[in-house]
């Protein structure tokens, strides 16, 4: 039996279809009890078991993890599906309104016409849980610490009150101190999970890798379990989306917007240190370079380039070797 479940912050919207092809719908909280009343439903009005049923849900940022995992905790079979090709398909089968019944319908049509072709949903260990909240709350703490810092200078310029100015540089000495106390909290982690640390520092020696890229790719190649290179890294959206119409419209190649941005920041980044230090990396940039490519575009690719490398030295568990992760796959 297939359960559509469209997630939001507060609620989760659910659509399912019996044996006799009669539909029902119903909201429930996004909280624990809301999963219990979500089962117990379903179970109720399928006559299933929860092994039975398969939930289809889209990937939601944070919001639909503590759903997918009761429900998975509970024996279901639960999908977590892109959003954008539930949103194609949708559109494609004439749903083109935009609400979280439609969505939760939409969801339970994918399943039944996809559920073949779907690959089961299974929770990240929990230290890899542990780390990507540690990461995530780091990012954010830092972007408010730029934030702050931007604001500083300018009350600075502007000649602002000194007791706003004091203010500010207590909010920064605070945010300065939590930055190093999770950066701490980080490194006990790794510490505390030592297999996590050999897979770091072999990560880190890829030229180019430092220990925060190293962190960041760990969270995305052992959070899911990608069948191989090319779909760890369109799930990191590092795949170039082409825009080409007959003969008159050709666009240039962009990345798409899905995926961790952060992630991507820190990717970016490890690829232009890539294209200075990494050998073998700045003869293939130059050669982008050379064939026309924008040096965006280039570093694109050196992006996605380093995610295969990446993912290549955790599969074979060795350290950076180019030629043998290239003729490996």
């Known amino acids: ?23 029902y719908e119903r909201k429930v909280n996004n909280d624990a009890g809301g999963f219990q009343r979500l089962l117990s439903w379903a179970c109720e009005r399928t006559g299933a078991a929860p092994q039975q049923l398969t939930v289809v849900m889209e990937a939601t940022g944070v919001y639909h993890e503590a759903a997918a995992q009761a429900l998975h905790d509970a024996g279901c079979r639960v999908i977590v599906a892109n959003p954008k090709r539930v949103r194609d398909y949708a559109s494609g089968v004439g749903l083109l309104n935009k609400t979280d019944r439609v969505d939760a319908r ?15 949903w299974e929770p ?5 849980r542990t780390l990507r909240a540690l990461y995530a709350r780091l990012a954010a703490v830092e972007a408010d610490l ?17 007791p706003v100015r004091r203010s ?8 300065r101190e939590d930055c190093k106390r999770l950066k701490r909290a ?12 050999q897979q770091r520092e072999l990560l880190q020696s890829t030229p180019g890798i430092g220990p925060v890229c ?16 090319r779909q760890a890294a369109a799930f990191a959206g590092l795949v170039p989306r082409h825009h080409q119409s007959g003969t008159s419209v050709r666009k240039r190649p962009r990345l798409t917007k899905s995926g961790d941005a952060s992630l991507k920041a820190v990717l970016y ?14 003869q293939q940039y130059q050669a982008l370079l050379k064939a026309g490519k924008s040096k965006m575009s280039a570093l694109g690719a050196l992006m996605r380039r380093l995610l295969h490398i990446a993912f290549g030295i955790l599969k074979h568990r060795a350290p950076y070797n180019l030629s043998l992760i290239a003729s490996r796959g």
Do not use: W
């Open 168 to 175: 500010m540089e207590q909010s920064i000495e605070h945010l």
């Open 146 to 162: 730029r934030r702050e810092l931007n604001r500083k200078q300018q009350a600075d310029l502007s000649g602002q009150p000194a």
């Open 186 to 197: 980080i490194e006990e982690h790794f510490d505390n999970h030592p297999d996590l640390r």
């Open 269 to 282: 980044m490890a690829a232009v240190a890539a294209s200075r230090y990494n050998h073998e990396l700045r």
């Open 106 to 120: 939409a969801l339970l049509r994918y399943g039944k016409e996809q559920a073949d072709e779907l690959v089961p």
């Open 1 to 23: 039996m297939i359960v559509g479940v469209d997630v939001s912050k507060d609620y989760l919207d659910v659509a399912l279809e019996t044996a006799k092809r009669k539909r």
């Open 214 to 229: 190293a962190g960041r790719m760990l969270c995305l190649l052992l959070r899911h379990r990608f069948s191989d290179a």
């Open 124 to 128: 990240p260990p929990p230290e890899i």
